[in-house]
T-cell receptor, first 114, second 116 residues
């Protein structure tokens, strides 16, 4: 079985400050890891993924995430937050040996204040 | 990038009506499509996995006869909510993916279904 935990329901950060949205996962095998963002009344937009290789993955809109195998974490980061980054963020995991099914975390609402 | 189109974006109808939602992959062939349901302020709940040309695989607790899924081609899957009732009101989202499991799922913009 695979699972994802996003321990924070909401993260508040001031514009221009760095942001981190936390994610930890559990899979029986090796993971594929993804981050998605959701704006109100919209579907999910793909931000970035970790498949293999460098632990630091860069994605859309200046976001990046670091895969840490020992801590089973895949935290999302951005050096300087924008008000327009305010949205709902989902971390997801897929076991490489378990087909195409994604397991999502509960989501973290990011609020960036001017 | 990969684009998934979902229609309609919003449906308001009377109880007892059947509602069909379409999910199309516009610029790639989707071997697998997924249907999710999202309640307010909650994560996505997988309802079913749809593979082209075969019957959909439903998650536990999801009624097959209530939520009919057809995956007629590599670019189109439909979800029909039959005889909808107010408790079926929700945000439904589809996603599509290519064959390789290291590829991300690409999501439609969702359908907000409101049953009066």
């Amino acid at each position: 079985a695979q699972s994802v935990a996003q321990p924070e329901d909401q993260v508040n950060v001031a514009e221009g400050n760095p942001l981190t949205v936390k994610c930890t996962y559990s899979v029986s095998g090796n993971p594929y890891l993804f981050w998605y963002v959701q704006y109100p009344n919209r579907g999910l937009q793909f931000l970035l993924k970790y498949i293999t290789g460098d632990n630091l993955v860069k994605g859309s809109y200046g976001f990046e995430a670091e895969f840490n195998k020992s801590q089973t974490s895949f935290h999302l980061k951005k050096p300087s937050a924008l008000v327009s980054d305010s949205a709902l963020y989902f971390c997801a995991v897929r076991d490489r040996n378990a087909g195409n099914m994604l397991t999502f975390g509960g989501g973290t609402r990011l609020m960036v204040k001017p | 990038g990969a684009v998934v189109s979902q229609h309609p974006s919003r449906v308001i109808c009377k109880s007892g009506t059947s509602v069909k939602i379409e999910c199309r992959s516009l610029d790639f062939q989707a071997t697998t499509m997924f249907w999710y349901r999202q309640f307010p302020k909650q994560s996505l709940m997988l309802m079913a996995t749809s593979n082209e040309g075969s019957k959909a695989t439903y998650e536990q607790g999801v009624e097959k006869d209530k939520f009919l899924i057809n995956h007629a081609s590599l670019t189109l899957s439909t979800l029909t909510v039959t005889s909808a009732h107010p408790e079926d009101s929700s945000f439904y989202i589809c996603s599509a993916t290519r064959a390789a499991t290291n590829q991300p799922q690409h999501f439609g913009d969702g359908t907000r279904l409101s049953i009066l």
